[in-house]
């Protein structure tokens, strides 16, 4: 079989099974093309993205699957990528042509196992499901957070505690899928961890610790987003190699958000959003949208003349972020997805600094089109607040007309948590200032669940669910 030079090509190789990746072309499997950190990314609800790194280039990444262990099919395309200081290529594929909410078996070439996944619940399916949230989750381990810190950062794990990698992996049978709600990795920690003695100092590494904590973070993770998708958003910590500190040490492909744009397939090209900053997409009764608080709107806090320190952006012309978002949430159909679930990374109901420029920027399109819940990170504690219209709560229990904010940042990285300010803001229900992430059920039309789930011991700390009266068909 030969493969064409078109981006993805789909062949059903009914006839032709010996041409499946996995069997052609296992004896030329060198250490240069092992699949690592394998990633999968929903594409519609008839597709998924699969994403891997390796050592070398690929020609063609390439991607085998099948309802059943022989990978009847394949799908190749030439998305082979890499960036300055990056030790790995990025390799995507997108499978197409599947049927909704089935489970798959796939193996990207080279892999020598073979995963599965489940693609997405069609919009108007009314079945309840659960999907996790977690903000702010670092490398874990000796580069990132353990039991011990250097000077200058806080909270390490106590002896015997479960990361938050290791409590979703757990439980990842109980969950559709993971929303990483931005700061993946915290690379660009590497600094403050050399700075505090934590790690040698090498500052002329020519970046390869950040590269290292990379790595590192995405190998971790695989035992997750190989087998449920991963979707993610930007968060500050992506946007640079420092955090802002010193910003003369950066290099190029560690600024200007140049591994998350390199690592990630969200499904923008199927929502009109751009790359993996914004995006859309539905999973049973609920339409999921991703807004980006680090740039392309007035005063973003990333770009140049923004708060200053991570000058990144915009990637887009002025003005197409918010309109791609009014856009979006106006063409929800409201009667296949009743709930429509938005996260972006910066919050501005907190006990603690707020972004006021995305609540300009995005509160009052929120509000307009009634979305139902808005998933925010950034500080890294938990903080569950009530429904606002404009400082103005509403209880959750009674069927609110303003959106219900969660802010948990509490995954944990290197530098630990923070602390609130008191008293904490009059909308507040709950504040937790512990390792965890958060487990959502979405129970049908008229009810929808928070559990916050304390990483270490697996303990359920929080639990709230949300009302809305409103009649539907699918149930
Ligand atoms: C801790 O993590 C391990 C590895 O993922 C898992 O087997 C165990 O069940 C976890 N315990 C809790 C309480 O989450
Ligand atoms: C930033 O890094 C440069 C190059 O290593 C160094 O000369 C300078 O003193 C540093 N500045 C700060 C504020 O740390
Ligand atoms: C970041 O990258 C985008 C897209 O390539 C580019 O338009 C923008 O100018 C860059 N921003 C900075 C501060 O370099
Ligand atoms: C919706 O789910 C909630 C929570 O499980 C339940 O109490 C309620 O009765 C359900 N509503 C319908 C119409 O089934
Ligand atoms: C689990 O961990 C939380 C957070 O550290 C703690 O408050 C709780 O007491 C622990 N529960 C058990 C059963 O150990």
């Known amino acids: ?14 006839t032709t099974a010996s041409c499946a990746a996995n069997v052609q072309r296992r004896d030329s499997c060198t250490a240069d093309v092992e699949a690592t950190q394998v990633r999968l990314a929903y594409h519609g609800d008839r597709g998924m993205s699969v994403s891997w790194n390796t050592n070398s ?27 300055p200081t990056s030790s790995t290529y990025n390799n995507h594929v997108i499978i197409t042509g599947l049927q909704p909410n089935t489970r798959y078996h796939y193996q990207p070439y080279c892999s020598d196992r073979i995963y599965s996944f489940t693609t997405a619940r069609t919009a108007g399916d009314g079945s309840d499901f659960k ?24 909270n390490p794990l106590k002896p015997g505690d479960n990361t938050s990698i290791d409590s979703l992996h757990a439980l990842k049978e109980s969950f559709d899928f993971v ?21 040698p ?38 946007a640079n190699c420092d955090n802002g500190a010193n910003f003369s040490l950066c290099l190029p492909g560690q600024m200007n958000f140049t591994g998350y744009r390199a690592h990630w397939n969200m499904p923008s090209d199927i929502s009109g959003g751009l790359e993996n900053f914004w995006y859309s997409f539905d999973h049973g009764m609920a339409h999921f949208v991703v807004f980006n608080t680090e740039t392309d709107f007035p005063n973003a806090p990333d770009e140049p003349g923004g708060e200053g320190v991570e000058d990144a952006g915009p990637f887009a012309p002025t003005g197409t972020q918010l309109a791609w978002l009014k856009n979006d949430l106006a063409s929800v159909d409201r009667k296949k997805t009743p709930w429509v679930i938005a996260a972006g990374h910066r919050p501005w109901y907190v006990s603690t600094t707020e972004c006021k420029e995305c609540q300009a920027a995005f509160e009052p399109i929120l509000l307009e089109y009634g979305v139902d819940l808005v998933l925010q990170g950034h500080k890294h504690f938990y903080e569950r607040e009530s429904a606002i219209n404009n400082f103005v709560a509403q209880e959750i229990t009674n069927n609110p ?39 959502f059920t979405v129970h049908n039309c008229t009810h929808l669940t928070t559990e916050f789930i304390a990483s270490g011991n697996g303990s359920i700390l929080d639990t709230a669910t ?9 149930n």
């Open 179 to 199: 929303w990483h709600v931005g700061d993946i990795a915290y690379a660009d920690a590497w600094l403050k961890e050399e700075k505090g003695g934590y790690l």
């Open 201 to 238: 100092e090498n500052l002329n590494d020519k970046g390869a610790e950040y590269d290292k904590i990379l790595n590192d973070f995405y190998n971790e993770i695989e035992e997750i987003s190989r087998d449920v998708p991963y979707m993610v958003g930007p968060g500050n910590h992506e």
């Open 401 to 439: 007309s303003a959106p219900w904010y969660i802010v948990n940042g509490a995954a944990g990285h290197y530098d630990g948590l923070d602390t609130p300010t008191y008293p904490l803001v009059p909308t507040s229900r709950k504040l937790l200032t512990v390792y965890g992430w958060s487990l």
């Open 57 to 83: 280039k690929l020609d063609k990444p390439s991607v085998a699957f099948g309802k059943t262990m022989q990978l009847g099919g394949i799908v190749t395309s030439d998305q082979s990528t890499t960036y």
């Open 1 to 14: 079989m030969k493969f064409t030079s078109q981006a993805v090509t789909v062949l059903a190789l009914a």
């Open 466 to 474: 949300l009302y809305k009266d409103r009649t539907c068909d699918f």
């Open 131 to 154: 999907f996790a949230m977690v903000g702010d989750m670092g490398t874990m381990g000796p580069d990132g957070l353990s039991t011990t810190v250097g000077k200058g950062a806080a």
